[in-house]
Structure formats: C-alpha cells, structure tokens
C-alpha cells in the first residue's frame, strides 16, 4: 500500500454559508443556513471542475460542500459523494440528511467537522453517529485540535465559536462505543491544503477514487497539523482502523518519517496515555566528511508591520531561487499558508515565489520549505533573491546551529523613502532590524532524527482500542486511527 497525503479538492468547506452572508442587509455578518438559488448553480460548476481535474494516478477529486441545516444542534459535517450526480441536500435535520445519503444509489459520506465545540453550538452530537456515513472524523482543522479537552494542542483559531467542552471530540465518540477513525482537514480558505491547517493522510492500494474511498471506509486513515509526515501503526498485525479478536498481550508497531525531528510517539487508549516513546537521545551526527540526508527548514518573512508607522505596503516578496552544490536536493515539502505561494522544485535547485505580511489576514508572517538534501558538510546552500543580496550557507554550519539573516540596510532605505528619517536620525536602531525582512535556515537535521520505528509490547488486552499521537520537536502533530481489540 502507499501512502497519500490528502486534502479534499472542492470538497468539504467549499463555503457555501462563508461566501453569503447578511453583512450588507444587517450591517454584520450572519453565516446562511439552508440553501439559496444560486447555490444549485454553484454545486454544477464545482461539479464540472471536480470532473476535469480528476486524474487517477495523480491528482483524484470527490465532489462534495459542508452542510447547510441546522448545525448548531448537531454539528457540522462535510458531505462527499463517491462521483459526480449526488444532490446538493437541503435537509434541516441530520437524521433527514443521513436518511437522504443512505436512500442514493452512489455512495456518500458525512465527516463530522471540528466536534469539540460545546453541545448545542455546533459540536457534534455523537447520539447521532452512522458508522458507514461517518467511517471518519476530523480530529485537527484549521479550529484547532478535537481530539480531547484537555489533549496537547488546542482549538482556540476561531473564539467566536470557542471555546472547547465535553461531548463532542474524538475522545468522547470513543468512550461512547463507536468505532471512527481520524482525518485532518481545513476551512474555507484553507483550501487547498494550506500549511498548519489540516492534512489528511491515508493508505490505499493505488491513487484512484476507488482505492481511496476504500482506505477512507476502512479507516486507514491519519491525520497531521501541516507536516506531510508518513505514519504508519499497526496493533497484533492489524492496521489502523481495524479491529483485532484475542485476549492475549498485544504488541503496537509505529513507523514514522517526520518532516523534522521526531520528539515523541505516544500510545493513547480510553482517553490516557499509556505507552510514550521519546526520540531526543536516539540520534546523533553523522561524521562531518560521510555523506548523509538532512532536512533543513528554510523560512522567509517578518519584516515591516504597522505598529511602528504607516508603511507603504507591508507585504514581503520573496522571489529567488534555492541551489544546492555539492550536494543533491532531494525533494522539497512547502510550509505555505495563503493564497498565491509557488515553487517549482527541479533537479538540484527550486525556484519560488512567495508573499508574507504581519497582521494581515491574507498572509502569514513567514512561508517557509523543508528541505530534503543529501551531502556532507561542506554542502551548501544558497539562496538568491530578487530584491536581496545572496544568502550562502553550509550544512556543516547547520549541524545544530541556526543561520539568519536580517536585510537591514535595506530596511533603513525603506525608512529614509517613506518616513524621510536619515539613519542618524534614528535614535534606537531596533526599528531597522524589528522591521527587516528575514532569512532563516533551521538547524539541519539528519534523517535518523526524523524516523523511528516503535515498538510497545506486552499491552493488555482489556483496552477498548489504541491510537498513536506523535509530535515533532517543533509542535507539529500527528494522529493515527485506532485499533479496537474485541
């Protein structure tokens, strides 16, 4: 089987209720419920792209939108049909909406999205629960993480709707008895696929709708913060998302290849952790003259904000090209988050076109590329920018150090045009460098930092289920489906 990192094209959070709303009627925003006209002639188009863009083997699509009934009282759910041809429903209720899928012809699902809201405001009601429909549900979006109240990563991107309560995570279906695996997916503009805000992964036989749908049904399924990280778990030889009969000791096996620094894997069950894995001290170096891969995260941003004046444009441009000599550059995995950020990654240099801004809602502070480059430590790396003076460093430079440049002369050139204020005219020279577009170059670190594979053994049988939750040393997160033991 492979495994497919996974975002929904056209599906899901397509924004029927974020695009419509009543702020020109009522002077505020008001999310619509139920459809309006025009929404029938939306689902064609959506349906036409979803058709055209369909490529089995490399890129696959599922037609689908967020359902418009009433979600307050039972949560929302992403509907994705199987192909083209499945309604646009207009079901107020759940249990009507559920009734509709089932009664079609082409299979459907209804994926319950960021659950853990309080019951009543748009949590998910997990009294209501069709297995078959909802194999799987989100346990991280662009809201934050549901998989448990009190679990490490929050849900606190939207307090409008926050904040998290107990009833509806992940968690809480399973204390309830049902059998759902997990997914992470964005929210409207999120789309598609947008860094730290939910990627699905999953293993299925081949890249086509069928295999897909198979993995989905069958659980195979995990989910990642932003990070393609590859996870793989298995309980007494049964994948995630299966279930195992026995009531001998059974052993969990984890693989993992992390984008960057494994930290710790954890083996959860019945809402504790009972089993954890920690990598720090199971790595070292390799020596500075062998040839080795390392990644290397390369992050582009900061600069210039509107609290310290009114700045002609804050946005940041950062066009260039990445070359790596004396070495291979093996592959290149974006950390990109807004509208319009481009790479193009050939042989051993990758060119790019991305745009940062502080305190925007468009843009992020910085965008940034994990970097899969296989060298020693005379290896370099350099970065040419279009507006910037060239950025050369060495991965031996990298081995546990960072590496950033601040363009500050051309910050104070910025200055001198738009404030007119000569540099001697600056009485504190920490505005140059607060307001300086940056470079930074992480520390590289080797492939034996970022995989691992896990073993926990000798676990008691009398566990409903275990699931795997890892993290990398800098907060990103992953989580695999369950394992039931009957």
Known sequence: MLCYPF??????????????????????????????????????????????????????????????????????????????????????????LFDHLNDLEMPALAIPHHTAYKAGERAKDWELHDPALSPVTEVY??????????????????????????????QDALEQGHRVGVIASNDGGGLPGSWGDGVAGLWATDLTREAVWDALTARRTYGTTGDRITLWYELAGEPMGGVVETDEPVTATVEVDCAR??????????????????????????AEDERATYSVLVEMGWGPTPEYGDWHGAENEFDGDLTVTDGDLAAVQPRFNGWGQRYDHDGDSCSFSVTTERDSPVYEVTQGFVCTVSGTAATTLSLALDRHEDVTVALGDLLGDTHVVAFTEDCYDRIAAEFGRAREDIDNPDV?????????????????????????????????????????????????????IE
């Open 7 to 96: 975002t929904w094209f056209a599906a899901g959070d397509i924004g029927f209720e974020y695009r419509v709303t009543d702020r020109d009627r009522w002077g505020m925003r008001e999310e619509t419920v139920q459809n309006r006209p025009q929404f029938l002639e939306w689902w064609d188009r959506i349906q036409r792209a979803v058709a055209d863009h369909n490529d089995p083997g490399e890129f696959v699509t599922f037609p689908g939108y967020e359902w418009n009934g009433n979600r307050r009282a039972w949560g929302d759910h992403n509907v994705i049909h199987f192909a083209e041809g499945g309604p646009l429903d207009d079901a107020w209720k759940l249990p009507r």
């Open 141 to 170: 979006s662009t809201h934050g993480s549901s998989e448990g109240v009190g679990t490490p990563v929050p849900m606190d991107a939207n307090p409008s709707m926050g904040p998290r309560a107990s009833g509806g995570s992940f």
């Open 261 to 286: 620094p494994l930290d710790r894997v954890e083996l959860v069950a019945e809402g504790r952790v009972r089993e954890t894995y920690t990598h720090a001290s199971r790595w070292e170096y390799p």
């Open 432 to 484: 140059a460098y607060h307001n300086a577009r940056k470079v930074k170059f992480h520390p590289a670190a080797p492939a034996s930092a970022c995989r691992a594979t896990v073993e926990f053994a000798d676990l008691p049988a009398d566990r409903d289920h275990y699931y795997v939750r890892l993290a990398q040393r800098d907060g990103q997160y992953a989580w695999a489906s369950p394992v039931w």
